[in-house]
C-alpha cells in the first residue's frame, strides 16, 4: 500500500507564506514526478506544479515566481514554498505521485487527502 500524507496548511494574510509537505510511505520502488494540485471551492481541479524524477519543474502561470515546488528523494517527499500569498490561492492543495511499487510493475497515480490554504485578505 502507498499513502501519500500532506502537511503544512493553514490560515495565512495576504502576502504571508506557507510551506507544504507531502510524504509518500509504503511499498516504494521508484517515485517519478511529483506535483500539487488544487481545488477551490466550486472549481475544477488544477495544477498547480509539478517536478520531476531529474527535478524539472512546471507551473501554472497563476504561481510562477511565487511558488516554487522541490523533492527529497531519500525522504520521498515533496514541497510547496508559498510566498507572497493571494486570497484567490485559497484551496485544498493535494499532492499527487507516479510511483513505481516494484522493478517489474507500471506506475501508479495516487493522491493525497488534502489539505486546506486559506489566504485572508
Known amino acids: 500500500q502507498v499513502q501519500l500524507v500532506e502537511s503544512g496548511g493553514g490560515l495565512v494574510q495576504a502576502g504571508g507564506s506557507l510551506r507544504l509537505s507531502c510524504e509518500a510511505s509504503g511499498t516504494i520502488f521508484r517515485i517519478n514526478a511529483m506535483g500539487w494540485y488544487r481545488q477551490a471551492p466550486g472549481k475544477q481541479r488544477e495544477l498547480v506544479a509539478t517536478i520531476r524524477n531529474g527535478d524539472s519543474t512546471n507551473y501554472s502561470d497563476s504561481v510562477k515566481g511565487r511558488f516554487t515546488i522541490s523533492r527529497d528523494n531519500p525522504k520521498n517527499t515533496v514541497y510547496l514554498q508559498m510566498n507572497s500569498l493571494k486570497p484567490e490561492d485559497t484551496a485544498v492543495y493535494y499532492c499527487?505521485?507516479?510511483?513505481?511499487?516494484?522493478?517489474?510493475?507500471?506506475?501508479?497515480?495516487?493522491w493525497g487527502q488534502g489539505t486546506r490554504v486559506t489566504v485572508s485578505s
Open positions: 499527487n505521485a507516479d510511483i513505481q511499487i516494484n522493478r517489474y510493475s507500471t506506475q501508479y497515480n495516487y
